[in-house]
């Protein structure tokens, strides 16, 4: 079988057009797009918090996503596994003996996007700022990309690389895979981006917008991380 597509690995709607809505946008990326969400089930608003009403939060977050993905022509596999808020952990695993068992059917499912699309590139996150989450779905990405041999990169996670020096993503990366390169992805317009981040209203605020504006003044890119050669 041919290899043409990229995978994305998102862990939560939003997080592709946080890190990657440049790079989206741009199509440098190998083939079709295929934006896989997986913590899909969600509680969190930002104007009301924690909800118990997680089914219609779940109904206006998978919304967002698939207006966002309609708008860049990908193709969007949609999860809706429970979130972190929904099975009761702490949102952040700052520490090296943080429990980051990967929930019941996770590693189940990015096996089978991989082995029905068998890509040219799988994209996942590189778990900066520490949410739970997104570490999980690296280690569990990396484990099931090298057991079938793909090809694997990793993007830096947005908002919370803008509130990262230098030298912390550089240890993170390090951490993740040693020898990892970064590949530019100049943002052909950073307007383009914030208007892509403005569907997800039930989430991004205007402080938000001003951190990501702030972060790509500063680097106007975005970056993921390759193996060399």
């Known amino acids: 079988m041919q290899r043409h597509e990229t995978v994305l690995l998102s862990p939560h709607p939003d997080d592709a057009a946080f890190s990657l809505g440049g790079v989206l946008q741009g199509g440098g990326l190998p083939g079709p797009v295929v934006l896989v969400t997986l913590f899909g089930r969600s509680n969190f608003m930002r104007d009301g918090g924690f909800s118990p009403d997680w089914p219609e939060v779940t109904r206006r977050r998978r919304g967002e996503e698939e207006t966002f993905a309609a708008s860049l022509g990908l193709e969007l596999v949609y999860h809706e596994m429970p979130e972190v808020s929904l099975r009761d952990q702490r949102l952040f695993a700052p520490g090296p003996g943080e429990d980051l068992t990967p929930p019941p059917g996770l590693e189940d499912a990015i096996a089978r996007v991989l082995g029905e699309r068998v890509p040219a590139l799988v994209l996942a996150p590189l778990g900066l700022g520490d949410h739970r989450?997104?570490?999980?779905?690296?280690?569990?990405?990396?484990?099931?990309?090298?057991?079938?041999?793909?090809?694997?990169?990793?993007?830096?996670?947005?908002p919370y690389a803008a509130r990262l020096s230098e030298r912390d993503i550089l240890r993170r990366v390090g951490a993740v895979g040693p020898g990892l390169v970064p590949r530019v992805?100049?943002?052909?317009?950073?307007?383009?981006?914030?208007?892509?981040?403005?569907?997800?209203?039930?989430?991004?605020?205007?402080?938000?917008?001003?951190?990501?504006?702030?972060h790509h003044q500063r680097r106007a890119s975005e970056r993921i991380w390759c193996s060399p050669g």
């Open 133 to 158: 989450d997104h570490k999980i779905v690296c280690r569990s990405a990396s484990r099931t990309a090298a057991a079938r041999g793909l090809p694997l990169a990793y993007y830096e996670d947005l």
């Open 185 to 214: 992805f100049p943002l052909a317009s950073l307007a383009a981006k914030l208007e892509q981040l403005r569907l997800y209203d039930s989430q991004v605020g205007e402080d938000d917008l001003e951190l990501i504006r702030c």
